[in-house]
């Protein structure tokens, strides 16, 4: 029999999608067949699944922490957001529409039904489903047609934890107050809570945890210690990405304001001897960078008008006179060409857009997005690379015919003539530990050996061990209900 069970947050970033990932190693190692679940997500960091579609990362690496491959169902709604108003909605894998917020709301209970359907079709010959929420449900305001957190447990009628978080204060107060605004009908499949984050000696809050579990009439599951190796797993949020601070080698990162897919500096920043630095709106490219590192974009054309407002071109024009390097990933790629081409207003309005100027290809935007898994070579030392692409456009030009990369038998990718400034289409290329060092090496880099994907597997072993320490798993697990 199938089971499931809910982590809903009592306010956004409490460590929902680090603590399912633990719970779900934990219950694995346990010996159950567990699959990760989150109804709606919002992020630009996506993966790209075994079937052919795109979630949210969180959740691929909760599906690496059951053991599994990440598969579209794990995540049947996800907002790409492309404005501070707009978001692409991705449902079951696949682009379904772009919507500005308002209109997202009045729609969004038409997603109920796939958000079931996939629940449904994960849950089949699992013995349990652990199911991460969105933000918070005390946003009652947002209750109606909810789907990301009690209207689906409510639907799909599974119980649920909820979490607070200790780090910021206030989380008796967010908790007790979650149980004061919610609808009866909420409060009551709400089964327990545990305390996130927690930093110094924990028997410090015990009647805190009394005074919320009297409150409440909720059981309460235990206080879980900060995590400090949770540096070493792919991130969700860019400012999440840690580095070890003064290594030899430094790599610059611009955050733009609509960043995407960056899981591509998870290796580096986990490698040692690397200093991966993210560069905030407003500061300067540093002049001491080795490489600068250009990502993803959800909207190219309105991150290359932001990169350039923060003066970066004129950073990144003197960091490669000075003899350094650029790297252009997917959107990062499109910018460093001569010319964008959005013909049919697939960013916005139809324009020709002058792009950085530092490898001679043109973008043409186009409304198929590509999708695709992809297994590759490193050209110039014959390194086995695999990654994904996702991405709107084409790029052509006389740079391309410098290809630094082959993927199936076609060249990817361009390089300028002077050989400083490459891009390309390929995500998560870096966490292949031969062509990570074979990559730097040729730029003049040395960087120590560092296995990523085991360096992975021990920080997820690790933080199953830390989840089985401090949180009465079997009292959660008492919690679940059958589906």
């Known amino acids: 029999m199938t089971r499931a069970i809910m982590i809903q947050g009592a306010g956004s970033n409490v460590g929902k999608s680090m603590l399912v990932a633990g719970i779900a190693r934990a219950c694995m190692q346990r010996g159950l067949s567990v699959a990760p679940f989150k109804p709606q997500n919002m992020s630009n960091n996506a993966a790209v699944t075994a079937d052919g579609g795109e979630i949210g990362r969180a959740q691929a690496l909760q599906a690496l922490a059951c053991g599994l491959d990440p598969l579209v169902d794990m995540n049947p709604v996800l907002l790409k957001p492309e404005t501070d108003i707009g978001a692409q909605v991705i449902v079951q894998g696949k682009r379904f529409a772009t919507m ?91 089964r327990a809570f545990a305390i996130n984050k927690f930093r110094g000696d924990a028997t410090l809050f015990a009647e805190g945890m009394d005074i919320i579990a009297a409150r409440t009439g909720w059981a309460p599951l235990g206080i879980i210690p900060w995590f400090a190796d949770a540096w070493k797993l792919p991130a969700e949020d860019v400012m999440d990405i840690a580095s070890r601070q003064g290594g030899d080698i430094k790599i ?64 990144l024009t003197a960091h490669v006179r000075r003899g350094g390097h650029v790297l252009g990933i997917c959107g990062g790629y499109q910018m460093l060409g001569a010319e964008i081409i959005d013909a049919d207003g697939i960013e916005g309005p139809p324009s020709r857009v002058p792009g950085l100027g530092f490898l001679d290809v043109v973008t043409t935007m186009e ?60 995500h998560g290329l870096f966490a292949a530990d031969a062509f990570r060092a074979a990559f730097l090496d040729r730029l003049g880099l040395e960087a120590s050996a560092h296995d990523y994907a085991a360096g992975v597997t021990d920080t997820l072993d690790a933080l199953a061990q830390h989840v089985e320490r401090h949180l009465d798993l079997d009292a959660l697990l008492a919690c679940a209900g059958p589906v």
């Open 100 to 190: 500005k917020a308002r209109d997202y709301g009045t729609q969004k209970a038409k997603l109920l039904p796939p958000v079931l359907d996939s629940f449904n079709r994960i849950g089949l010959g699992r013995d349990l489903v652990i199911v991460e929420g969105a933000g918070s449900p005390a946003e009652v305001n947002l209750r109606a047609g909810d789907i990301a957190n009690m209207g689906f447990a409510v639907a799909a009628n599974v119980p649920v934890v909820l979490i607070g978080d200790i780090d910021r204060g206030g989380v008796i107060a967010q908790i007790v107050g979650t149980h004061a605004v919610l609808p009866d009908a909420d409060r009551a499949l709400i």
């Open 367 to 426: 409304p198929q997005k590509r999708l695709a898994l992809s297994a590759a070579t490193f050209l110039p030392t014959g390194d086995a690379v695999s990654g994904y692409e996702i991405h709107m456009g084409a790029t052509t030009g006389p740079d391309c015919a410098r290809a630094w990369l082959s993927v199936q038998g076609r060249g990817e990718g361009a390089t300028s003539a002077d050989g400083r400034v490459m891009g390309c289409y390929l």
């Open 252 to 315: 610059a990162v611009p955050r733009l304001n609509r960043i995407a897919n960056f899981d591509d500096l998870d290796p580096l920043s986990a490698t040692p001897g690397i200093n991966v630095e993210i560069i905030a709106p407003g500061r300067a490219l540093p002049g001491d960078a080795d490489l600068v590192i250009i990502p993803g974009s959800k909207s190219t054309i309105a991150d290359l008008a932001h990169f350039r407002a923060q003066g970066w071109d004129i950073d």
